[in-house]
């Protein structure tokens, strides 16, 4: 039997007891973080060598050289054949659906003109390289490679270098034909702490990259962490989450499923709804009871919701909004009437899933928008991976004479107060006599 636990916002100690359910500590422990900082070391140190070291360890492999963990683009269009065609043909469209998106996210350069002539503005431009990390093994995400590889492409990255372990060999078809459909440029079947740092500081082989993005395990997740500063890094992610705002008039079986589209992930997933229908919290529960019998991972779905899943009442829509803003989701589905209204008071999420047609399922894999999203309420000054994370904006300063001679002025006075005297004479050569 799922034990949820149940939250009324009358309750006296709601909010500390909201608290305690939300908190998640994704730091590492000393044991991990020195694996970790060794194996960076080493990398960085000895390069291929120790890459191909660790892999063979950790991933059970009997690689001689570099040469034989770099999988040739051949494989990769080769993998586009082996799978099913509707898989292929479900895939393709959700490359372009997301690339159709990504378009959108440009940001483009911009300037403008002074009466004095002096021009001021900013130039965009594209990451040279980015690297993809892509879990492997059991976990297999080939909807992961486009939502990190296909924001890359669209920024005009020149070169994206994709790592994936491949465990006993065992390469994921689906996998390498979403690196061949997103247009990666190179593959190696490397992974864990010793993928981040060949990426990070680069190898023989493994170039050296500007950002690293993608999901990992609590190694990669660390590794991420501790090689940022040398390499840019998307986030460092914790467990998936979902926050249903529902005004009790959807099916509550459908409000149910959605719950568990995150709780199946892991166990350390969270699930929760917010309505002011205490009735319909209790129909919801009892579809969760219901329908977890018949789901293939339903013990860690049950395990999730016990350990961090909630159903809370509130008193009104009003505060609905409230909680959810507090919460801050990663994913936040607006299972009501007049969602657009609704989203309009909404200042904290990563994805926002209008009406009650709109699973967040449909964001994971082919809606459009990314799914790679802050998460463990980072929403609150985090926003999800786009063709943005791929660009850098430069400030442009020109400066016409009369322009320079009139700042001068200004640049002089500051700098002199600051005791910088080279600053300000600096500034003042250009000072018309």
């Not at 799914?371 to 430069?394: C, E, I, N, W």
């Amino acid at each position: 039997m799922t034990d949820i636990k149940q939250l009324n916002t009358q309750d006296e100690n709601f909010w500390s007891q909201l608290d305690d359910l939300l908190a998640w500590e994704s730091v590492s422990d000393d044991q991990v973080f020195n694996t970790v900082n060794n194996i960076l070391k080493d990398v960085r140190k000895r390069g291929d060598a120790a890459v191909i070291e660790y892999t063979n360890k950790f991933d059970r492999m009997s690689a001689k050289n570099m040469a034989e963990l770099e999988i040739p683009q051949s494989r990769l269009d080769e993998a586009l054949t082996k799978i099913p065609a509707d898989q292929k043909r479900a895939l393709e469209k959700a490359a372009e659906r997301v690339r159709l998106y990504a378009e959108h996210q440009k940001l483009e350069s911009w300037s403008y003109t002074e009466a004095d002539g002096t021009v001021l503005g900013q130039q965009v431009m594209p990451m040279d390289r980015a690297g993809l990390y892509v879990p492997g093994g059991k976990a297999a995400y080939p909807s992961s490679v486009l939502m990190n590889a296909i924001p890359a492409k669209v920024a005009g990255v020149r070169e994206l270098i994709m790592v994936v372990p491949t465990p006993d060999g065992e390469l994921n078809e689906l996998v390498l034909s979403a690196a061949a459909i997103a247009g990666v440029d190179k593959v190696f079947a490397i992974g864990g702490a010793q993928a981040v740092a060949a990426m990070a500081y680069g190898t023989e082989t493994v170039p050296k990259v500007d950002k690293i993005v993608g999901p990992g395990n609590i190694f990669v997740a660390t590794a991420k962490g501790m090689v940022f500063g040398a390499v840019g890094i998307d986030m460092i992610a914790g467990p998936s989450e979902i926050c249903v705002v529902c005004d009790g008039k959807t099916d509550p079986d459908w409000i149910a499923m959605d719950l568990f589209s995150q709780a199946e992930h892991d166990e350390d997933a969270q699930s929760i709804l917010v309505c002011p229908d205490a009735d319909y919290v209790a129909q919801v529960k009892a579809s969760i009871e219901k329908l977890i019998q018949d789901m293939p991972r339903a013990e860690i779905i049950n395990k999730s919701l016990n350990d961090r899943g909630v159903l809370i009442t509130v008193k009104d829509m009003d505060q609905a909004i409230e909680v959810a803003n507090y919460i801050a989701p990663e994913h936040l589905e607006l299972s009501m009437d007049d969602p657009d209204q609704w989203a309009k008071k909404i200042r904290h999420a990563g994805a926002i899933f209008m009406g009650r047609y709109t699973a967040e399922a449909l964001g994971d894999y082919c809606a459009g928008p990314n799914h790679v999203l802050p998460t463990s309420r980072t929403a609150r000054f985090s926003s999800p991976l786009g063709v943005y994370d791929f660009q850098k904006r430069s400030s442009l300063i020109n400066c016409s004479a009369e322009g320079a001679s009139e700042l001068a002025k200004t640049a002089s006075i500051l700098a002199r107060g600051e005791g910088l005297v080279a600053h300000a004479r600096s500034a003042e050569y250009r000072m018309k006599k």
